[in-house]
């Protein structure tokens, strides 16, 4: 179970995940989705990355079929923060878990995704991080 004691934010995503997995079928994908989202907060880029991989990071190993949108998030930032090489997408994510000082503390389930999972998943994270620079770059021209 996380220990996330602040901000509040965490603190009821800790209760949800909780929730979540004593009772899988508690939550349909969209309420699931909705309050791991709802979980962020305002910072600069690169704190959002880092902050955003300790939120998601327990939904996606709680919920795979959601972690293409799920990593949509720090990847949006990594794009914003000014990446532009989709090959270094997987090694922010493991930077992130390897903090000796991280902005938040990953879970122990956040930390075996981040450090064990998230590394397989270039193909994933180039995909997103295609559709996010794209979509950025569209942004820009209007």
Not at 25 to 48: G, I, M, R, S
Not at 64 to 87: C, S, V
């Amino acid at each position: 179970m996380p220990t996330w004691t602040s901000p509040p934010q965490l603190v009821a995503l800790a209760t949800f995940y909780a929730q979540a997995q004593a009772q899988p079928d508690a939550f349909n994908d969209a309420v699931f989705l909705e309050t791991v989202k709802a979980a962020h907060w305002p910072t600069n880029c690169w704190n959002y990355v880092e902050a955003s991989f300790a939120i998601i990071a327990p939904a996606c190993l709680l919920r795979p079929q959601l972690t293409a949108e799920l990593i949509a998030l720090p990847i949006a930032a990594m794009i914003a923060g000014g990446l532009e090489d989709a090959g270094q997408v997987i090694a922010i994510g493991l930077a992130c878990a390897m903090r000796d000082e991280p902005y938040v503390a990953l879970t122990e389930e956040g930390e075996r995704w981040l450090t064990q999972v998230w590394p397989t998943m270039g193909t994933m994270a180039e995909a997103v991080f295609q559709a996010g620079w794209q979509a950025a770059m569209a942004e820009d021209e209007d």
